[in-house]
């Protein structure tokens, strides 16, 4: 009796199954190409924000706003299209001399940031003297200790060189002293002057306020 065979036989079978995973690798592969890190600035469609930073490095803060505010809103994750409109908001409110209250956006632009990329320094930063102007202690001390251990001794804002490590831990010895934390804000200052030293008198809280301030 002679028993039937299938069309397929087992040496087709793998064949065909072994076809399956090289395309399944491929796309797999593809698809990591194409999703890179989630960081969606080195997509090919990432918008340019060159005009942006240009005007706001030149002091062009309601130009630069502008520019940024309409990079969000034709790219919604563009990570850095956030963190320069936290950026710009935050000059147009300052030059306003408080005329113009840009609060709510200026955080809302930063956290967005945040929430898009890892490790962001730059909206930390911003976070940072944010919540220090608006006089949130905690707030400002945590994300101004975040961005200094994470960006390190030598990092700075590319397109404000004023914010960098040092303002940043100067915040953060600010509101350590305002805690009555002092030691530890005088360690704040150490970490820029390591010379600097305050006694345990009379004069040693004036002499750590002086010490903050020349951060």
């Not at 299209?81 to 147009?92: F, H, K, Q, T």
């Not at 305002?178 to 345990?200: C, D, I, M, S």
């Amino acid at each position: 009796m002679r028993i039937a065979t299938t069309p397929t036989t087992p040496r087709h079978a793998f064949r065909r199954m072994g076809l399956v995973l090289t395309l399944g690798l491929v796309f797999a592969l593809l698809f990591t190409a194409c999703t890179g890190d989630g960081d969606e600035e080195d997509a090919p469609d990432a918008p340019n924000l060159a005009p942006a930073w240009t005007a706001y490095s030149a002091g062009d803060w309601s130009e630069a706003n502008a520019f940024f505010l309409s990079a969000v809103q034709s790219a919604p994750a563009s990570a850095e299209a956030w963190c320069g409109l936290g950026w710009s908001r935050a000059a147009v409110q300052a030059a306003s001399g408080g005329a113009i209250d840009l609060s709510e956006g200026v955080r809302d632009a930063f956290r967005h940031a945040d929430e898009l990329r890892a490790d962001y320094v730059e909206a930390w930063a911003g976070l940072a003297e944010f919540h220090s102007t608006k006089g949130d202690t905690m707030a400002a001390l945590n994300w101004a200790l975040d961005a200094a251990d994470a960006g390190g001794a030598a990092w700075h804002f590319h397109h404000n060189p004023a914010v960098n490590h040092r303002s940043l831990r100067k915040i953060a010895a600010w509101q350590l002293f305002k805690l009555q934390r002092y030691a530890e804000a005088g360690a704040q200052v150490r970490l820029v002057l390591p010379e600097f030293e305050y006694a345990t008198g009379a004069d040693s809280l004036a002499i750590l306020l002086e010490g903050i301030g020349t951060l």
